[in-house]
Every structure is written in C-alpha cells, then in structure tokens.
C-alpha cells in the first residue's frame, strides 16, 4: 500500500518569514494530493490540492509542488501569520476509490 | 448544512467496556471514513464506506473493532471489549464522488480515554 513520509513532525517560524513542509510517497500510481490543516480541538481541513498532471498550484499565501519523478510534494506558506499555526497534514490518494494516506503531521508555530 | 456530526465528544470509560461512536455524514455524500488519531501513529484509516457498503476494512485494528452503516445518513464504530490502548480520538469523514475533487469533510472528532 502507499506509504507517505513527513517532514518536519516540528515547525516555528518568525511571522512574517516562509514555512516549508515536504512529503515522499511511494505509490507510483498515486495522482491527488492534499494538504489538510488542523486546529487545537477541531477535525483536519482541506486547504490546497493538486493533481498528478500539475507542477505546481498557488493560493494566495499557500502553494503546493509536486515532483513527481522524484515522488515528492512541498507544501509552501508565504508571509506567515499566527493563525497558520496548526498541525498540517500531506496525503496521497492510493488503493482505489477514495482511500487517502495521511503524512504524520507537521506542527506549525508562527510566533509573533 | 451543520457539517459531519459526531457523538459523543467525549467518551471516558472503563477497560472492558462497550464502547460505541456515532456519525452523521453531510447529506449527499457517498462515502463515509473513519479515522483514528495518536500521537505515536497520526491519522489512521480504519475503515470506509462506498454507498453505506464497506469497502475497505484493513486499517481496523482487530476483531474487537467493529463498523456499520444501515443508511446513507448514520454509521457506528463499536469497540468492545475497550483496552487502555484504544483510548485516541476517532474521526468521521464523508466525501462525494465528483471525478474533480476528492476532498473530505471531517467531524470533530471523538475523545475516547480508557482507563
């Protein structure tokens, strides 16, 4: 089955500076890839996605990269600002259907 | 719509116990997923539904771990008996099958400690 490895598990960053969370998969036959963000207390949320047939997509402060050659994807938070601090998530979609596997998670504190 | 619900938010019980979560997906969708969430190993997948049908079971932990779905808007994960190991919380997604997205829409989740 797939398998998606994350990291850093552990993230601060000054506001205002860039954050960098990258992702490795294994599936070679895996083609969508989110990102999630979890707040304190709450279930996780999507926030970006991209397919296999795309390099690269942007959303505002947030962009995503996907290499998939190489099989890893970055996620990128521009001008950061303290409610980004969260734990975020990758995941690749494998196995059929809808199965996702979930990265371990990157805990992100954007200090003020 | 109110999102996926879950009940209850907190479950504190004993070792031994029967122990049973409850979801309410968003109405419409078409898949429901449980998901188990721990320091140790993140966010695992359980188990998940296609059209109230399971469809992959082998995330489930051991046979103490069963899940339902009866209908489209109702799906339990029952532990029974319940170990201290169990104790996480449980997470509920529902999706939709669009051919474009494949984002899911998670509860808030289920707090269970076992002592």
């Known amino acids: 089955g797939e398998n998606v490895e994350q990291h850093p598990s552990t993230l601060s960053v000054q506001e205002g500076d860039s954050a960098v969370i990258k992702c490795t998969y294994s599936d070679s036959a895996s083609n969508y890839f989110p990102w999630y963000k979890q707040e304190l207390g709450k279930g996780p949320q999507l926030i970006i996605d991209i397919r296999s047939n795309v390099g690269e997509k942007k959303d505002q402060r947030i962009a995503v990269t996907l290499n998939k050659t190489a099989k890893h994807f970055s996620l990128h938070i521009t001008e950061t600002q303290p409610e980004d601090s969260a734990v975020y998530f990758c995941a690749a979609l494998g196995g059929g259907y809808q199965k996702v596997t979930f990265g371990i998670g990157t805990k992100l504190q954007v200090i003020p | 719509d109110a999102g996926v619900i879950q009940s209850p938010r907190h479950e504190v019980t004993e070792m031994g116990q029967e122990v049973t979560l409850r979801c309410k997906p968003i109405s419409g969708h078409d898949y429901l997923f449980w998901y188990r969430q721990t320091m140790m190993r993140g966010l695992e997948l359980l188990i998940y539904?296609?059209?109230?049908?399971?469809?992959?079971d082998s995330g489930m932990p051991e046979d103490r771990f069963s899940a339902k779905m009866p209908n489209a808007s109702f799906s339990t994960l029952k532990i029974q008996p319940s170990e201290p190991r169990d104790s996480a919380v449980y997470f509920c997604?529902?999706?939709?099958?669009?051919?474009?997205?494949?984002?899911?829409?998670f509860g808030p989740g289920t707090r269970l400690t076992v002592t």
């Open positions: 539904f296609n059209n109230n049908v399971p469809i992959d």
């Open positions: 997604a529902s999706s939709y099958e669009t051919g474009r997205s494949y984002e899911q829409y």
